[in-house]
């Protein structure tokens, strides 16, 4: 027990040294969460990640997010996809999904609404998700279809139309809908 309480309270200062203006601490921090990081660690990653301007800090915890694992780490994500503070860093946490392999199939509404409602980069982001996300649940998938569908159609950045449209395809592969 006092070791879980010494374990919880060395990453806990982890996470303060996360927000440093100090770039020696942020990266001795890093290696600590990369070691002993759990779920816990998304958040303070993602705040950490947004409020940095250096590449070096950027380009790190963008890797050890790519890598992520812990079993908490889908509900987490989908979280963060909501907080205000980290709009600029929502490609990262999507890119995360794919990158790290993990399972988002209860979530193709929030992929498509970020879609249809985010920036071009975003959108690409989801794509990628729902291209390479094994199973999407069929009523799931027939609503986001009908969604995207919709969305293309009135898409004045023709960049991100032509990726609602891509999303229009993937799903209509992933229902056997061959008139797309």
């Known amino acids: 027990m006092a070791e879980s309480t ?8 982890a996470f303060a040294a996360l927000l440093s203006d ?3 601490a942020v ?3 890093l290696d600590r969460v990369e070691e002993q990081g759990d779920a ?5 990653l993602l705040t950490a990640l947004a409020r940095t301007g250096k590449t070096v800090v950027q380009q ?3 890797s050890l997010l790519h890598q992520v694992k812990a079993v908490d780490a889908v509900p987490t994500l989908i ?4 907080e205000a503070a980290l ?4 490609h990262v946490v999507l890119a995360t999904f794919w990158n790290a392999g993990l399972d988002a199939r209860d979530h193709l509404d929030r992929f498509v609404g970020i879609a249809i409602e985010g920036n071009a980069e975003e959108c690409f982001e989801c794509l990628t998700v729902i291209e390479n996300q094994e199973i999407w649940p069929e009523k799931a998938a027939r609503l986001g279809l009908a969604e995207v569908r919709k969305a293309a159609e009135t898409e004045k950045d023709t960049y991100k139309a ?6 229009v395809t993937s799903l209509c592969t992933r229902l056997g809908d061959i008139e797309n």
């Open 79 to 82: 979280s963060a996809l909501d």
């Open 60 to 62: 790190r915890i963008t």
């Open 87 to 90: 709009l600029p860093v929502r």
């Open 162 to 167: 032509a990726m609602l449209r891509d999303i």
């Open 22 to 24: 100090d770039d020696a």
């Open 40 to 44: 816990r660690a998304i958040m303070p």
């Open 6 to 13: 010494s374990r919880k309270q060395r990453m806990d200062l």
């Open 27 to 29: 990266l001795t921090a």
